[in-house]
């Protein structure tokens, strides 16, 4: 314990906190009731009560800088485009963590973060947790991708992160395990390459090869077609680099929404 960070040292222990990935698709699931939204409630009240939410989101992207938010009140980012107004009036008006956020900085040795006071809750984070922590209770942070890392840059960075769970952190990252917007087909079954895809990640992960999640899969010929652009792919690294040997894995919403979209999420606990 004398290596953490002053700020999270002092934080006292906790049981060690899950580590979520959710698959969060289209922002409409956060107003509409779907059999996802309820699945994130049913989650979130099966959880333990967090300290404090670190969320790992496809929608804060950066380049050459990974960013932790260390605002005292983040706000809610509308980051979209086309969808009802009743969407964009939605607000998350969450605390920020700021004082776990400076400790996660001075947590990871090996990979440089900066501290961000601009960004906020944009929509993969917001709209899971306003299923997940409807009362805006928990104080939450973010910390962005760099999508200048490679994937197996990301799962290392993750991997530093693992403290943070005995401190009473949940770690969530939300993308999608399979995510071509390109290729979206209302009603139509997946994709052969979509199933392809998500069924060799779930193998991966059922038998803890995670470390072939990061260093395997982005090099899978269905990859190319899954991920056009990696950054709903990067988020499922985070709870995947902090798991703990003893941790079962679960899956939930496992199924595929609009023919080339994985909504498969899963907890270690």
Do not use: C
């Not at 906790?14 to 779907?34: C, K, L, Q």
């Amino acid at each position: 314990m004398s290596e953490l960070p002053a700020a999270l040292a002092d934080l006292p222990a906790t049981p060690r906190m899950p580590a979520v990935f959710v698959g969060h698709g289209n922002p409409m699931y956060a107003i509409e009731d779907s059999q996802y939204g309820r699945a994130w409630r049913a989650l979130g009240e099966s959880l333990p009560a967090p300290r404090a939410i670190l969320v790992v989101s496809a929608h804060w992207m950066t380049r050459g800088a990974t960013m932790v938010h260390i605002g005292a009140k983040p706000k809610t980012i509308h980051d979209f485009a086309g969808f009802p107004r009743e969407l964009f009036s939605q607000q998350y008006p969450a605390p920020g963590a700021s004082d776990v956020a400076q400790a996660t900085i001075e947590l990871v040795k090996r990979s440089h973060l900066e501290p961000d006071e601009r960004w906020g809750l944009d929509h993969g984070a917001w709209s899971v947790l306003l299923h997940m922590f409807p009362k805006a209770d928990v104080p939450v942070f973010q910390l962005s991708l760099d999508l200048g890392k490679s994937p197996a840059e990301h799962f290392e960075l993750g991997k530093e992160l693992k403290a943070l769970r005995e401190r009473g952190v949940l770690v969530i990252g939300s993308g999608n395990l399979v995510h071509n917007l390109m290729a979206m087909n209302p009603g139509a079954p997946p994709y052969d390459w979509a199933v392809d895809f998500d069924a060799r990640l779930t193998k991966m992960i059922e038998e803890r090869d995670f470390r072939a999640v990061a260093e395997t899969a982005p090099r899978l010929a269905s990859a190319r077609y899954a991920h056009p652009t990696p950054e709903h792919f990067l988020p499922a690294l985070y709870p995947l680099a902090i798991a703990d040997p003893k941790d079962e894995v679960r899956f939930f919403n496992a199924s595929f929404d609009l023919a080339s979209l994985s909504m498969r999420s899963f907890v270690l606990s």
